[in-house]
């Protein structure tokens, strides 16, 4: 495989955090797999110093392949890499009295507990909100689960498959006559980490005027329902149940995804103006002039008519060549890439979202870089992903403990 051409050059791994948001700030992450992982490690890249407490097996991605990297005798697993960057990883036994006597102690030093066990679960162990809060009343303790600390569901485990199907998300996703499909990421788990974030940049704000920690909640089945968006609006205000269409926008046409000569673009003329536009740029000027479609209604009930009009268009057409007149009209468009596409497209290399950083027994190896800039540029990868316990002793140490 070829090297993927990799962008801005990044600070050696353990490079302080400097002037980043969140630097000074302690995160201790009790999660795994992903949800809870993808928000500690969006912390991490603002500068948090995230602290990944492991069991003794460590966290269950590590073993979650093929594929794996490898240099020599080591091994890593890509879908442990792809949301653990920017930790340190410590290894604590809480089943047994010395690890949750370090847990302790490192919960005293600590800003934020995010956790992704099932509810009740801290509480048996010692951790309990009404304890911690009452013993570290800045503490801010965030959890999310599959369905909520409380409820009828409260004591499933959630999955991202399991509220993609539960929370209506399947129903109108995929293609009409279909069976129910399941999005092709883990939505659920990637959108629940997210708001968890938001969530805990916003105690983390309120802490600053009242010095009081809060207790956080997020969950993958209510998540999935408030992804749904419009969708969910429409059964709401009318009590329509939507169901698949594919890659069609059920109140916009066209908007979506049709077929060129040699491959597929995405198409998206949001407004009559913009439909007008994309008649000039094709030379569809029949379309143009036709006054049942010059409406976005009137274009939404002829649907199958107008989308077959511009599939025989574009049939003549290549890629390159709908993109450079949809360009020269001012029509938003895009092409359907692979994902090779994606790291050789000139745009993406620009903004250096593929990175190198040296991890400690892979070598040089290449990561996603944070998804956004703070200040005028991405914040480094400071870490790359840690090996299991990698800094357990580093970690002891800084809390008076025997590592």
């Known amino acids: 495989m070829p090297a993927l051409p990799v962008g801005r050059v990044v600070m050696p791994a353990g490079a302080e955090a400097g002037t980043l948001p969140l630097s000074g700030v302690r995160v201790a992450d009790f999660t795994r797999v992903l949800t809870g992982p993808f928000c500690t490690m969006l912390l991490g890249d603002l500068g948090a110093d995230v602290i990944k407490v492991e069991p003794p097996q460590g966290d269950d991605t590590r073993a979650w392949g093929p594929p794996f990297q490898t240099n020599g005798e080591a091994r890593e697993s890509s879908y442990f890499l792809s949301v653990n960057r920017n930790k340190r990883s410590v290894v604590l036994d809480l089943k047994s009295q010395a690890g949750r006597a370090a847990a302790a102690q490192l919960l005293a030093q600590t800003d934020i507990l ?60 995929g293609e009409e006559g279909r069976p129910p499909l399941r999005v092709g990421v883990a939505v659920a788990d990637v959108f629940s980490g997210a708001l968890l974030t938001q969530v805990i940049l916003a105690a983390l704000y309120q802490r600053e005027r009242t010095g009081l920690g809060q207790r956080l909640d997020v969950n993958l089945l209510e998540s999935v329902i408030a992804l749904g ?77 107008l989308e077959g009009q511009l599939l025989a268009a574009l049939a003549r057409l ?18 359907v890439n692979n994902l090779a596409e994606v790291f050789a497209d000139p745009h993406v290399q620009a903004r250096g979202v593929a990175v190198e950083v040296d991890h400690v027994s892979l070598g040089r190896t290449t990561v996603t870089a944070p998804p956004w800039d703070v200040g005028g540029t991405k914040p480094p990868v400071r870490r790359a992903p840690p090996t299991l316990g990698q800094h357990t002793a580093e970690v002891m140490n800084e809390l008076g403990l025997d590592g």
Do not use: K
């Open 229 to 305: 968006s419009s969708q969910v609006s429409r059964y709401l205000a009318v009590e329509e149940v939507p169901g698949p269409i594919g890659n069609e926008h059920r109140s916009i046409v066209p908007y979506g995804t049709l077929a060129c000569a040699d491959g597929f673009i995405n198409i998206a003329a949001g407004n009559d103006s913009l439909w007008r536009r994309l008649c000039q740029g094709l030379e569809l000027h029949d379309l143009g002039r036709d006054d049942r479609l010059a409406t976005n209604e009137g274009r939404v009930a002829h649907r199958a008519y």
């Open 318 to 335: 290549t890629r390159a060549e709908v993109m450079a007149r949809l360009e020269q009209a001012g029509v938003p468009c895009g092409p």
């Open 114 to 173: 995010v956790e992704n066990f099932r509810p009740g679960t801290l509480e048996r162990l010692g951790f309990g909100w009404p304890e911690l809060h009452a013993r570290h009343p800045r503490l801010i303790y965030a959890s999310v689960s599959g369905f909520g600390q409380d409820g009828p569901y409260r004591d499933r485990a959630g999955y991202d498959v399991i509220a993609q199907g539960m929370g209506g998300l399947m129903s109108y996703n």
